[in-house]
């Protein structure tokens, strides 16, 4: 039975140059180039004009589900259902950093990368506080900076919802009494309490390392179809990401967890769990690796080397 590896370095690609070189020109690929020299090379197209520019739609595509079909306006649905939240028709779920802003500017959206055993006791003092003025909203810890935001029964489809983007506006000023807007014409009493909740945390974390709530990517209840391979064998995916996660519930993909979400992640534990799944009669990995897509956005140059290097290594 042949065995099938589909290795994905997500955010490997640059537009940005040094010294006339892009990331992976810079780093030490021996054995991607030798793979690329005795194989193929093409273009696959992962993202779209018309929808976001985000890693489950490229996700989605690459397992073989038409993302204008299945996507679901964001992977906050995916990452909740990672949690084991079950979600209705008229249920919105957001992705909640954890951020730190000074006054009205986002200085950081992941508050310089918050570790779980600090952003966990934050999450259970905003819920202990905020429960009761907002019975229909959830807040569920993910992990480090990451966050699930429920709103149960809302009154606007997560369609509606314009969210900014944390990690793409760091050192810009907000208005957070206004922080989520609306592109319908109508009054919604969600989106006004989210905006009142946004400014809650706010008070209740002054002073903390992580200092507000950052809502962004509204997204509806996912529901894939099962996946199914034109060959035999079971499958599986290896990843850090909670959205990956929902994905493979959803799809009745084989999931595990290897590694965290960051650009150190342990690339070994991923390689041997990759050998151990098809010694044990798998036929298709699906691998993910965020590193280089967290380098980027960290803007951090040498990391997204260390991430491409190592992943090469292993």
Known sequence: MKKYLLLILDGAGDLARFNGLTPLQLSKLDNINKLSSKGFGGLMETLYDDLPKGSIVAQLGILGYDPYKYYPNGRASCEGLALGIKMDKNDVAFRANLSQIDGDILRSFNANYIKSELSKPLIKKLNSKLSQSFPDFELHHNSDFRNTLIIRNSDIPATEFQCIEPHENMGKEFNFSHLVSSDSSNESETLRRLNNYVLKTKEILAGEKANII????????????????????????????????????????????????????????KLEKIIELFDSGYSFVYCHVNGPDEASHMGDVQKKKYSLEMSDKE
């Open 214 to 269: 950052f809502p962004w990517s509204p997204s509806s209840k996912l529901d894939l179809p099962k996946f199914t391979l034109p060959f035999p064998g079971k499958s599986a995916i290896i990843a850090h990401m909670d959205f990956l996660k929902g994905i493979a519930i959803s799809s009745g993909i084989d999931f595990f967890q290897r590694g965290n979400g960051n650009w150190d992640t342990d690339y070994n534990s």
